[in-house]
């Protein structure tokens, strides 16, 4: 039998909660707990809460990824009976009441489950190790280096066909983050690139946006979804709707219509799957891998065992598919969840959640955005002017609010955020510094 994590209390007369995930929906309830009569446990594979609606501005240069991370401990310092083990979750073990980990097991009284998702290939694997995803910063710094040595390479090309592939950037999937990092693109285009590059004709460069459906933002309303059309049209954006991928093959992007696309640089966010653990009864699992929740996010039968956030699957009338993997849901079922964990305690009905769709919004670069609330829909400065705002205070610290905001106020002045650094984890050797610019 693997051994107990070591070096956690034991936690006496006090129950023990244990969250798995750091997320939007983990950190939240996390925070709320640390002056309730429980002992905290948050494990997470990583050592900082990372803010992922921003991913895709560190993965063209825009901002540091340091900028929307925040280290777990910075948080949670001083917090009395709160411990943060960085570790991996292997499997929940329901009917002993414990967690298998990497650093060992770990018994609960209560277990939340926030593990949100990841990048879902709908089991193209040739698509998975050949495109890029924007799910974590070592994929956003990835993404960065990819995209800049990329037009360091066409710079030392003679062939115009092969330069013309290296500079070619196609995304697939036409939500918030397929629109918003064209966008980015589009603008590194014509404000930073010219500069940068003057020894290439970034004529050539191609931005392509794919999405099955039939408009862009589907989950929007018809007129943000032209809005937003018109917007990257005018920034000189290639859209191309009710196409799928194929095949992805020797840098050649295959579609069901049957078009060919030579791009070496492809992003993959069309869609996403469930972190959800292993361990559960098999009926415990729905649609997309998300854990079949109840009204207070209850796993299947299980009275201790919570699911929040982009993992839960709550089937309503008003949504049938269960809640939006955003941001929103994850935290108002945190706060919930909050209340019927007390309610529990105190042996007081538990209070079934209701989401409140406080509205969506999705810019598109400079000036360039779409809002959308219960009762107003507005675009263009005003939208963009929110979303700034929106997201600058959803970030976590005032530092790093602080060095985002004045990255973006300098980028906004001076059209150059000065972040074009090409990084790689480890040094390279003669073959590989030599690949870079052949």
């Not at 034991?10 to 909660?17: E, F, S």
């Not at 070592?138 to 990819?146: D, G």
């Not at 966010?269 to 891998?289: D, H």
């Amino acid at each position: 039998m693997t051994e107990q994590i070591t070096n956690i209390p034991d936690r006496g007369n006090k129950k023990r909660i244990v969250i798995v995930g750091g997320g939007f929906g983990g950190l939240k309830i996390a925070r709320k707990l640390k002056r309730q009569p429980f002992q905290v446990v948050l494990l997470d594979k990583n050592n900082y809460h990372l803010f992922q609606p921003l991913l895709y501005q560190v993965a063209t240069a825009g901002i540091e990824p340091s900028a929307i991370s925040f280290p777990f401990r910075k948080i949670f310092k001083g917090y009395p009976d709160f411990h943060i083990r960085i570790c991996e979750v292997n499997e929940v073990l329901p009917e002993e009441k414990r967690i298998q980990t990497s650093i060992g097991t770990l018994d609960y009284d209560y277990l939340i489950i926030a593990t949100g998702c990841y990048t879902n290939y709908f089991g193209n694997n040739n698509v998975a190790h050949s495109t890029m995803s924007l799910k974590t910063t070592a994929e956003a710094l990835h993404n960065r280096n990819q995209v800049l040595a990329s037009f360091e390479k066409a710079l030392n090309i003679s062939d115009p066909e092969r330069r013309k592939q290296l500079m070619t950037f196609s995304i697939v999937g036409g939500g918030a983050t397929g629109i918003e990092l064209a966008g980015a693109l589009a603008e590194m285009r014509k404000f930073i690139l010219p500069h940068d590059y003057p020894d290439l004709d970034l004529s050539l460069m191609r931005i392509i946006l794919i999405d099955g459906a039939s408009r862009l933002l589907s989950a929007f309303s018809p007129e943000s979804s032209e809005e937003v059309r018109k917007y990257l049209v005018d920034l000189g954006v290639e859209i191309y709707l009710g196409e799928q991928v194929k095949s992805y093959e020797n840098g050649v992007l295959g579609l069901s219509s049957g078009t060919s696309l030579a791009s070496d640089n492809v992003y993959w966010v069309a869609g996403v799957k469930a972190n959800s653990l292993p361990g559960l009864p098999a009926g415990s699992y729905g649609p997309g891998n998300r854990l079949k929740v109840n009204v207070y996010n209850q796993v299947n039968s299980f009275k201790d065992i919570f699911a929040i956030g982009d993992t839960a699957l709550m089937i309503s009338e008003k949504y049938p598919k269960g809640h939006p993997q955003v941001v929103q849901p994850a935290i108002q079922q945190a706060m919930n969840l909050l209340k019927n964990l007390k309610n529990m305690e105190q042996c007081r009905p538990l209070v079934p959640f209701e989401y409140n769709d406080k509205g969506s919004m999705a810019t598109i670069g400079r000036n360039k955005a779409v809002v959308e609330l219960p009762r107003i829909r507005f675009g263009g400065f005003p939208a963009w002017a929110v979303w700034l705002f929106i997201h600058l205070m959803s970030i976590v610290g005032v530092k790093n609010r602080l060095f985002i905001f004045i990255d973006w106020m300098w980028s906004y002045f001076t059209y150059d955020p000065s972040l074009r650094l090409i990084i790689k984890p480890h040094p390279l050797t003669e073959d590989e510094e030599k690949s870079e610019v052949e």
